[in-house]
């Protein structure tokens, strides 16, 4: 960690590089960056502290937004939602949290504690649950220790405020959860995973927010310098480019709270005559070359803009666009036999085994 | 009030009485009463007291069952759940409950809370917020003084346990706990409407609980003395027969987490040729007599069985039926503009102006 808080400079970075870590879902973090940033300007920078320093004790809560990133876009929050789901949570525990974290560093969630943080006045964790972004509440790393997601509460913009006090599985927390969100209007803030210190320590993905800092400060770099972009990217995520071609057939659907479809690719230059089909849930799920799979999850496929490698949203996908399509090999965490049956292509209904790509992060 | 307990025998009255305040929704107290009196049985016989007994800062919370009749006859509760939502509640508020009541007189919800004291320990109140059935959560005199369904718990028999603690309006509280339901699998057991004992006998319809079993009473005196069991019900409603006649038509399907349909019967004797429809969604909500509505909500349309008089729910009509179609005034409360607003034939999406029937009851 190069330093210890997140200013606005900061904020930019931590929005650039996240969409890369939600792999087309996560939503866009630009409307996060701005809650967050209009925060930072009246209270000042908010402390970002290391998992590892989070006394045993002590008690976290994840802040973010649940919902269809297609519905963010047309829907946008004010950031007191944020405050009253948080705020929610802690009354019901009644205890004050010691400080706030993201549950999924991919995408807008990497920006929203940033500002609940700011708005709370509290220290952010630089760590997350997922180490990327993923469409549903089960699909966290504390999933993988048996912790749960509640209790849990979340907020609308009218003022309406839900707790889950107890679920058997955090499978039950995410269908309940996912039918308030519908009801709430496509979208709702929510405060999730009360965690002791002790249990993040061990369950959470240490980093991830300095990760996503570091993958947009690398970007920014290299346009500043006009150097390569996509090599920065792949230097700081360790990824591997999989495809080079342009959009030529796109479906896209928002279905049972989520944006569900396909992309497909042909290819150019040296994928030239090739065809890539990537399958989506908010985020790329399964890779297809000519018909086989090269790459899954939990791995993170992202496809980037082939000009300036800013990562592309699922609802930013459009015809011929000249992508480059990128595999980034996820936390370890994921690879293991619980991981995998949380977010594997087994639990997305792909028969597909899991099949790494090269090197694990952390 | 003839006595201030409920034992095994009051649970059968009740149970016989009930439905007709229910008006084909409610659900069947059969099962409620199943409930109640095994725990009757194991515990003893649980104390009813007066609403005017309450004192004034007494908490008071209503224990109900939720969902579609039509899912209750495949999906019998242990009673457990309503202990778990009540508990739930009381949890919420850090407090406990000085009794309980029933949110609905008519059907299932008039025993429902009568188990729920038996395991708990604590006096039922004698009241309710109906007077009758209605389909939906805000449907409650409650309501009419601005009082809301929050907090509010809702537990499955899986074990989950969720609290809505704060909406907007009642009708908020309708649609998360309506959406949360079917989740559960069509029904859930729930705690809602804590009042103070001040808010309580402002608010609450005296005295529908043992209303509901001097109807039962009635019945049973009736066929116990070969007397006519239909002029026992007139006599302890104040009722009016509308329609005599038998099912010819039925159409009945479940959606959105209602039973909805209508019934058509056609006349016999005095009402030879002529048709009476009813339209329903759980409860009776109109009846129209060759096209032209001669009842509607708020007042209670029942049909009951031509030869017993035994009230016939929803889900007990069939074709063939030999029916009286009795008319009951409903409880003043509901006469006012705001009840009308809550309950009248306009939220139901009927453009029939109210047209009460004789006398109102209260």
């Known amino acids: 960690m190069s330093h210890n808080f997140v200013d606005e400079d900061d904020l930019e970075s931590i929005a650039l590089g996240a969409p890369l870590l939600g792999t087309g879902g996560g939503g866009d973090p630009y409307i996060g960056k701005l809650i967050a940033r209009e925060v930072i300007r009246r ?3 908010v402390r970002m502290i290391l998992l590892e320093s989070v006394p045993d004790d002590a008690l976290v809560i994840a802040s973010a937004m649940m919902g269809a990133p297609t519905v963010f876009v047309e829907k946008i929050p004010s950031g007191q939602e944020a405050v009253s789901a948080f705020r929610g949570l802690e009354e019901f525990l009644g205890e004050k949290a010691y400080a706030t974290y993201s549950i999924e560093a991919g995408g807008l969630n990497s920006t929203i504690p940033i500002g609940t943080a700011a708005s709370l006045g509290l220290p952010v964790v630089d760590a997350d649950g997922m ?24 907020a609308d913009e009218k003022g309406n405020v839900v707790i889950l006090e107890r ?4 499978e039950w927390t995410e269908r309940f959860a996912r039918t ?13 995973y009360p965690l002791r210190g002790h249990q993040a320590k061990r369950a959470l993905i240490s980093g991830s927010i300095s990760y996503a800092r570091r993958i947009g400060e690398e970007l920014r770099s290299a346009w500043a310098r006009k150097g390569d972009p996509l090599r920065a990217v792949l230097r700081a995520t360790r990824g591997q480019v999989i495809f080079v071609g342009k ?7 928002t279905e049972g709270g989520f944006a569900r479809g396909t992309v497909r690719l042909r290819g ?25 799979v090269i790459a899954c ?10 000009e300036t490698a800013i990562p592309i949203t699922t609802e930013g996908l459009r015809y011929g666009l000249r992508s480059v399509v990128v595999a980034i090999p996820c936390h370890r ?3 293991t036999r619980k991981g995998l049956e949380l977010v594997g292509p087994g639990y997305f209904g792909y028969s597909a085994a899991y099949r790494p790509v090269r090197r694990t992060r952390g």
């Open 43 to 45: 209270k000042g920078k």
């Open 333 to 335: 965490k994921w690879r």
């Open 297 to 306: 999850v939990p791995d993170l496929i992202s496809i980037l803009d082939a």
């Open 247 to 253: 959009v030529v057939d796109l479906e896209r659907r």
């Open 180 to 192: 308030l969100t519908i009801d709430m209007g496509g979208s709702a803030m929510i405060a999730l």
């Open 131 to 154: 180490g990327r972004a993923f469409p549903e509440i089960q699909m966290v790393s504390p999933s993988i220790y048996g912790l749960p997601a509640t209790p849990m509460s979340l």
């Open 167 to 170: 679920t058997i599985t955090n």
């Open 268 to 292: 150019t230059g040296s994928d030239e005559r090739k065809n890539l089909l990537i399958r989506f849930q908010n985020e790329n799920l399964v890779a297809e070359l000519d018909g086989s």
